[in-house]
């Protein structure tokens, strides 16, 4: 109940945010409509996974991966596009949006989670790490040839690695990846397109192209600088109202914050973040097996990237690769692969380690 406690906490002030950064009446209706259904459906599937016991769901791993495979690859096919990548797809008849990659993040974490386990006694062996490589590269690739999506593909690096590290994989691998990467960094910088090597650039030296490509961080750091310490009132930002700032109640909803309810708006955002987060690794620490820590912490990691990721663009400080403030940014489809991500932390929770197992660690 902690975690679900925190979980809601965050989302009716994510929905406070987004009544505030909605440009008019009929889109106010609409954005609330959308994200209070996205999370009603997304309480649903956190109480049902916390019903479903993680050991049994992953013995579904061909289901659950086909699945990931189809649905990600969809967007090859009857993708929408929306900015510059088909990362989107639109049920027909309702004109709702989903985003295959971002519901995919939970059971590609849960698959992941099954795999490292299984091989737990060889992880470091060539074979087994060429297996869980292989799952990985699989994903990314999908993801990047069907959808074009950077962004979504940092995200599940990011899971990947900390789930990796966690797992035991000895850190030689590590370094050697590392270095394939270092190696690898001309060719991927030349395979980026030109929009997509500004956007780093531009974190660099933000004077680049500040009414271009920067334009979007040159206008959040201004609408945080403004809301000082208290704000200049929900409802009453400079630049949220005037509709200056850009994607204000989805990628910049932090920067909503921080022009009307200033620093201290700021710091509890974080503080709900970061209480989950710690909530996660904590459960980690209490799970009956090591399938069920891993689970754990590949949710806190996409918590931490995403956290990091987002409010790192609003100051600056990250390249723009549209990646929402969990529980905050509007969107249906991630309010509810959240919600789901924690129902499976929560399912971990009410089936801890065996007392006998406590005392024979401890």
């Known amino acids: 109940m902690i975690l679900f406690g925190l979980c809601v906490a965050a989302t009716i002030f994510g929905l406070v945010l987004i009544a505030s950064a909605a440009d008019s009446y009929e889109s106010t209706g609409r954005l609330l409509i959308v994200q209070a259904g996205g999370a009603f459906l997304g309480i649903i599937l956190f109480i049902a996974f916390s019903l479903i016991d993680m050991d049994d769901l992953a013995g579904y791993w061909k289901v659950i991966l086909a699945f990931n495979i189809i649905f990600v690859a969809s967007t090859f096919f009857i993708g929408v596009e929306v900015s510059g990548n088909k990362s989107w797809i639109e049920i027909p008849l309702i004109g709702i949006r989903a985003q295959p990659a971002e519901i995919v993040k939970v059971s590609f974490i849960l698959l992941l989670a099954k795999q490292m386990y299984v091989l737990r006694d060889r992880i470091s062996h060539p074979l087994s790490v060429g297996m869980i490589f292989g799952h990985f590269a699989l994903m990314i690739g999908i993801i990047w040839i069907a959808s074009g999506d950077m962004g979504m593909a940092v995200v599940y690096i990011f899971i990947f690695i ?47 192209d500040p009414l ?37 109640h989805t990628d910049y909803i932090y920067s909503v914050a921080g022009e009307e309810l200033g620093m201290v708006g700021c710091v509890i955002i974080l503080c709900l973040l970061v209480a989950i987060i710690i909530r996660c690794l904590y ?58 991500a924690m129902g499976m932390v929560s399912s971990v929770k009410m089936r801890p380690m065996p007392g006998w197992l406590k005392s024979t660690r401890a």
């Open 283 to 340: 459960v980690a620490t209490r799970a009956k097996n090591g399938m069920g820590s891993l689970i754990c912490v590949g949710m806190a990691a996409m918590l931490i990237f995403q956290t990091f990721e987002n409010i790192g663009m609003c100051i600056g400080l990250t390249p723009v690769i549209g990646i929402t403030l969990p529980f905050f940014s509007y969107g249906g489809s991630s309010v509810m692969t959240m919600f789901a």
């Open 162 to 208: 900390c789930m990796a590290f966690a797992s035991g994989i000895r850190f030689w691998w590590f370094l050697g990846g590392g270095a394939a990467v270092v190696a690898a960094a001309p060719v991927i910088w030349r395979s980026l397109g030109e929009y997509q090597r500004m956007r780093i650039l531009v974190v660099i030296d933000d004077t680049l």
């Open 212 to 248: 271009g490509i920067g334009w979007h961080t040159t206008r959040s750091k201004l609408a945080l600088g403004s809301g000082k310490f208290l704000g200049q009132g929900l409802f009453n930002g400079t630049q949220t109202q005037k509709g200056v700032l850009p994607a204000k």
